[in-house]
């Protein structure tokens, strides 16, 4: 048997070099990394899981709440954890946000309080059925240190205004001394006058939302039972226009970075949103509530907008878009009535019919604790990635899902499906009608139905046509004239 073997002579023998001499170049930039995409995926994904596994919105409640359910919530716009709560028992409470403490509170009325507003000066208004609206110190000082003061006497009154109707709604001026009131007339009054100075109603309809602009402050809007939005400019003491929506609006918050944009939240379950110099259609519609909304707020930046709802919930969107980014709920939280962003963007309080003002994160997962350089940078690293790969079907799945209440799923589904119906329908009538006949008009035109402007109403009354509702162009009627007959100057 023969047996080959490989034999090679030592003089051409090259050892093997070793890996720390080889000539292999390596480029530590991190883009050019051939897992890199793969890599920041996966942290991308990890950031988003723990991101739910931390969202943990709701923070407490402010002391013992109320003994009543909360109707009204009100700012302190020159203080950045300050606020004023009213009650359905007459009772109005001053808070410490930041200290969950209650500084003041007041029997302010026998009927229920229907607004409360903090003044520039630091000092509490409240109004209520009772026909009354009170100014209040809330400086503990001035009423509980024995002297014989007058403030003293009524424990913190300062001065009480009387009006022949019951007052719905009220609101100040961000920096000078006077406030509006509505209920069956619009009011304006001075605090440093006992009577008010200006009756600006428009119409015989009951008013109960109304609301200055923060900006621009000689504006503010009202929204009354007939369905109407109305401008008003303090400069001129006279109503500017007015628009008429299908559905009656509940709450009323101008953008306070933009003068000209103002939200409504509304009894057909949405949000709209509008820039006053075209009123003929909304800019925004915000949707996802299954219930009435009763209150809306904008962020301090003007970039984001909370609605609370008759459902229950508390529903955060981006003002871009028209589903929310967020809700809030728990199981003992009853129908919402006020909700109300903090001055710092950070927090959201709301009042509910369960006598509670609760505190929420805007922010779900995030903590207010003092963060070092690290942790900082790996948050904003998060952020990032997280901002990528958004669009990730399954990162995309995992940011998007929340628990809800399943009457809330029953009821969306349900929503859904009417929704459906009434778009097929239309669209069914649409095509068997005359070319023409049945123009499309956009879902942001479709809730208004008419718009009139001042100037123009009395012209019309001037030539006796205010009953016809012809007008000019600039009146967009679609049917319902009547509507508007009968309008007072």
Same mark, same amino acid.
């Given at each position: 048997?023969?047996?080959?073997?490989?034999?090679?002579?030592?003089?051409?023998?090259?050892?093997?070099?070793?890996?720390?001499?080889?000539?292999?170049?390596?480029?530590?930039?991190?883009?050019?990394?051939?897992?890199?995409?793969?890599?920041?995926?996966?942290?991308?994904?990890?950031?988003?899981?723990?991101?739910?596994?931390?969202?943990?919105?709701?923070?407490?409640?402010?002391?013992?709440?109320?003994?009543?359910?909360?109707?009204?919530?009100?700012?302190?716009?020159?203080?950045?954890?300050?606020?004023?709560?009213?009650?359905?028992?007459?009772?109005?409470?001053?808070?410490?946000?930041?200290?969950?403490?209650?500084?003041?509170?007041?029997?302010?009325?026998?009927?229920?309080?229907?607004?409360?507003?903090?003044?520039?000066?630091?000092?509490?208004?409240?109004?209520? $059925?009772?026909?009354?609206? !009170?100014?209040? *110190?809330?400086?503990?000082?001035?009423? %509980?240190?024995? @002297?014989?003061?007058?403030? /003293?006497?009524?424990?913190?009154?300062?001065?009480?205004?009387?009006?022949?109707?019951?007052?719905?709604?009220?609101?100040?001026?961000?920096?000078?001394?006077?406030?509006?009131?509505?209920?069956?007339?619009?009011?304006?009054? $001075?605090?440093?006058?006992? !009577?008010?100075? *200006?009756?600006?109603?428009?119409?015989? %309809?009951?008013? @109960?939302?109304?609301?200055? /602009?923060?900006?621009?402050?000689?504006?503010?809007?009202?929204?009354?039972?007939?369905?109407?939005?109305?401008?008003?400019?303090?400069?001129?003491?006279?109503?500017?226009?007015?628009?008429?929506?299908?559905?009656?609006?509940?709450?009323?918050?101008?953008?306070?970075?933009?003068?000209?944009?103002?939200?409504?939240?509304?009894?057909?379950?949405?949000?709209?949103?509008?820039?006053?110099?075209?009123?003929?259609?909304?800019?925004?519609?915000?949707?996802?509530?299954?219930?009435?909304?009763?209150?809306?707020?904008?962020?301090?930046?003007?970039?984001?907008?909370?609605?609370?709802?008759?459902?229950?919930?508390?529903?955060?969107?981006?003002?871009?878009?028209?589903?929310?980014?967020?809700?809030?709920?728990?199981?003992?939280?009853?129908?919402?009535?006020?909700?109300?962003?903090?001055?710092?963007?950070?927090?959201?309080?709301?009042?509910?019919?369960?006598?509670?003002?609760?505190?929420?994160?805007?922010?779900?997962?995030?903590?207010?604790?003092?963060?070092?350089?690290?942790?900082?940078?790996?948050?904003?690293?998060?952020?990032?990635?997280?901002?990528?790969?958004?669009?990730?079907?399954?990162?995309?799945?995992?940011?998007?899902?929340?628990?809800?209440?399943?009457?809330?799923?029953?009821?969306?589904?349900?929503?859904?499906?009417?929704?459906?119906?009434?778009?097929?329908?239309?669209?069914?009538?649409?095509?068997?009608?005359?070319?023409?006949?049945?123009?499309?008009?956009?879902?942001?035109?479709?809730?208004?139905?008419?718009?009139?402007?001042?100037?123009?109403?009395?012209?019309?009354?001037?030539?006796?046509?205010?009953?016809?509702?012809?007008?000019?162009?600039?009146?967009?009627?679609?049917?319902?004239?009547?509507?508007?007959?009968?309008?007072?100057?």
């Amino acid at each position: 048997m023969k047996i080959k073997t490989i034999s090679r002579s030592s003089d051409n023998y090259v050892p093997v070099r070793n890996t720390q001499e080889s000539n292999l170049t390596r480029n530590l930039n991190p883009e050019l990394h051939p897992f890199e995409r793969a890599r920041e995926y996966t942290k991308a994904l990890t950031a988003t899981k723990l991101e739910r596994m931390f969202a943990k919105p709701f923070i407490g409640q402010l002391g013992q709440g109320h003994r009543d359910s909360i109707t009204s919530i009100a700012k302190n716009f020159h203080a950045i954890n300050k606020i004023a709560t009213g009650s359905a028992d007459g009772v109005i409470k001053y808070w410490d946000v930041s200290l969950s403490l209650e500084l003041a509170s007041f029997k302010a009325h026998y009927n229920r309080v229907t607004a409360t507003a903090v003044t520039p000066k630091g000092q509490l208004l409240s109004c209520s $059925d009772d026909k009354t609206v !009170k100014l209040w *110190s809330v400086n503990v000082d001035d009423y %509980e240190g024995g @002297n014989d003061t007058e403030v /003293n006497k009524s424990k913190g009154l300062l001065k009480t205004f009387y009006g022949d109707h019951a007052f719905r709604a009220m609101d100040h001026h961000y920096k000078d001394s006077i406030f509006v009131t509505a209920g069956a007339e619009v009011l304006l009054w $001075d605090t440093e006058k006992s !009577k008010h100075i *200006s009756n600006l109603s428009w119409g015989p %309809e009951n008013v @109960n939302v109304v609301k200055f /602009n923060k900006t621009e402050t000689s504006v503010f809007a009202s929204s009354g039972s007939d369905n109407a939005l109305i401008l008003y400019d303090i400069r001129t003491n006279s109503p500017i226009q007015k628009i008429i929506q299908t559905m009656r609006s509940n709450a009323i918050c101008w953008n306070p970075m933009e003068a000209y944009n103002f939200v409504v939240g509304n009894e057909d379950h949405n949000a709209y949103t509008y820039d006053m110099r075209y009123m003929n259609h909304a800019t925004n519609i915000l949707k996802d509530h299954v219930a009435a909304i009763m209150d809306v707020d904008y962020s301090p930046t003007g970039q984001e907008i909370v609605t609370g709802g008759y459902d229950k919930t508390i529903r955060i969107y981006n003002h871009k878009q028209g589903h929310s980014r967020d809700i809030y709920h728990t199981k003992r939280m009853q129908h919402l009535t006020q909700v109300k962003f903090s001055m710092d963007s950070k927090y959201i309080i709301s009042g509910s019919d369960d006598a509670n003002v609760r505190v929420w994160r805007t922010v779900s997962h995030e903590r207010a604790g003092v963060k070092s350089s690290k942790l900082k940078n790996k948050l904003e690293y998060d952020e990032a990635l997280k901002d990528r790969f958004k669009n990730m079907p399954e990162i995309k799945r995992i940011s998007r899902h929340r628990q809800v209440p399943i009457v809330i799923k029953k009821a969306q589904e349900i929503k859904r499906i009417e929704i459906q119906s009434l778009k097929r329908r239309e669209e069914n009538d649409r095509r068997h009608s005359k070319p023409g006949s049945k123009p499309y008009v956009s879902e942001r035109q479709k809730q208004i139905v008419g718009q009139v402007f001042k100037d123009e109403e009395r012209e019309n009354k001037g030539k006796g046509k205010g009953k016809k509702g012809k007008g000019s162009k600039k009146n967009e009627l679609q049917g319902k004239e009547s509507e508007f007959s009968g309008f007072d100057d």
